[in-house]
């Protein structure tokens, strides 16, 4: 920091969680990357940190490069894995727990990216944090560039998981927050904040980046160009007749609709379970690929199920992963938390997949149903974005009305092929 005493201001970030006159000797950081936060708990006297890292490549990183070498030092514990699952393993109690900057704060702040599906910035993850702390512990959580509304929602978030008010002290751009038991012993510190009601992120709706349940304009033009465009490639392809459309059609297009629905909602729950990374994300793509497979070797082997008994099984497989509360998993170990995972997520998708070749299999026009199935895809692809208003748990209630059309276009079909009888 001597030869460069222009990054004074980012060694001031890291000190603030010792700034308020207090000692720590347990200390947690989640997010702990190459070790910044960790080395300023141990400048500070801390006798045992525990450092968090989901990506073992940066946690490497640390351990070589960092001219602390904080990672060589034997208080100091590192752990590779997501911060909610740690959460939810855990016995140990903390003085301190330092949420670190566990995303590209420049990046997604600035609304570049406010997808970006944030289930370390909840408040069922800062309740789950401040369970782990000590009688008179802390939870210090700062956050880097944004918007007005995101200090806001953090104090109101730390408000709801502690049940009591936060104190906030630092610049009013970049303000860090201490939450948890120990603040009680602060007489003197300043009233509460006024500010005004947003909405909180929470395991269902993770979208701590966006200012409310809302589409963004940009995402909203970005959807409707997409689904025009679909759409004009199909009067193309057509000679813009669009013949032999009918209810089989229709059957196959709400399949695809809602099959891509649940994929990609399964890729979010997985992240939950098992963070936001693209490792997870290729699991998951395989582990679907895999289902899929197995339905379709497994389609002769269940002929005589009737495909009225596959959509109720499919509906009650929906049922379930509505119901169940996925973050009882996060405690599991990790072997059990994947099983577990892959069979609740993995059964509507077998289910489907299941129907699907069944259908596939007894079509007369394959090429119709693939090109219905495919143009059901996308807009069921499209229709994931509205997780941005209602959230992910009701994705899956429309899934399950998009599988219910598709049985009745089915049934319908059915039943103008058998001519009626006197």
């Not at 947690?28 to 990506?55: F, P, S």
């Not at 000590?134 to 956050?143: A, F």
């Not at 603040?183 to 395991?203: H, Q």
């Not at 209810?247 to 994929?263: N, T, V, W, Y």
Request: charged letters at 15%; proline letters at 5%; aromatic letters at 12%.
């Amino acid at each position: 920091m001597q030869a460069h005493p222009e990054n004074t201001n980012d060694l001031a970030h890291y000190e603030m969680p010792y700034s308020i006159g207090r000692r720590y000797d347990d200390v947690l950081v989640v997010g702990a990357g190459t070790g910044n936060d960790v080395a300023a708990a141990l400048r500070h006297g801390a006798r045992h940190v525990d450092a968090v890292e989901i990506d073992p490549a940066i946690a490497q990183l640390g351990r070589i490069a960092h001219p602390e070498a904080p990672y060589r030092d034997p208080r100091v514990r590192v752990i590779v894995d997501d911060a909610r699952s740690y959460f939810n393993k855990t016995r140990r109690k903390y003085d301190l727990i330092v949420f670190g900057l566990l995303d590209s704060h420049r990046l997604f702040s600035g609304m570049s990216s406010v997808r970006l599906d944030s289930f370390v910035y909840t408040v069922e993850s800062f309740r789950e944090a401040g369970s782990l702390l000590n009688s008179n512990g802390l939870l210090c959580v700062q956050h880097g560039l944004g918007s007005d509304y995101m200090p806001q929602r953090l104090y109101l978030m730390l408000a709801v998981a502690s049940k009591m008010w936060p104190l906030r002290i630092g610049h009013d751009a970049t303000p860090t927050f201490f939450a948890g038991p120990g603040l009680l012993e602060y007489k003197d510190r300043p009233p509460p904040v006024k500010v005004p009601m947003v909405a909180l992120a929470t395991d269902d709706w993770p979208f701590f980046y966006m200012e409310g349940p809302q589409m963004p304009p940009e995402y909203r033009t970005a959807l409707e160009a997409m689904l025009l465009l679909a759409l004009l490639s199909l009067l193309v392809c057509s000679e813009g007749q669009m013949r032999g459309l009918d209810r089989h059609s229709f059957h196959f297009f709400f399949l695809g609709a809602a099959f891509l629905l649940i994929e990609t909602v399964s890729v979010t729950r997985f992240a939950l379970l098992f963070g936001s990374t693209w490792i997870v994300n290729s699991i998951v793509f395989a582990a679907i690929l895999l289902v899929v497979l197995l339905a379709n070797l497994c389609t002769i082997r269940v002929a005589w199920i009737h495909t009225a008994a596959l959509y109720l099984l499919l509906a009650g497989a929906i049922f379930v992963n509505f119901q169940f509360p996925l973050h009882r998993l996060l405690s599991a170990p990790l072997g059990l938390r994947l099983l577990a995972a892959a069979v609740l997520m993995g059964a509507p998708i077998f289910f489907a997949a299941l129907i699907f070749a069944r259908s596939f299999k007894e079509t007369t026009t394959p090429e119709l149903a693939f090109a219905s199935n495919l143009l059901g895809a996308v807009v069921g692809g499209l229709t994931e974005y509205s997780s941005l208003v209602i959230g992910f748990r009701y994705q899956l209630a429309i899934a399950l009305g998009m599988y219910a059309l598709s049985y009745l276009a089915l049934i319908g079909q059915f039943r103008r092929r058998v001519p009626a009888t006197v």
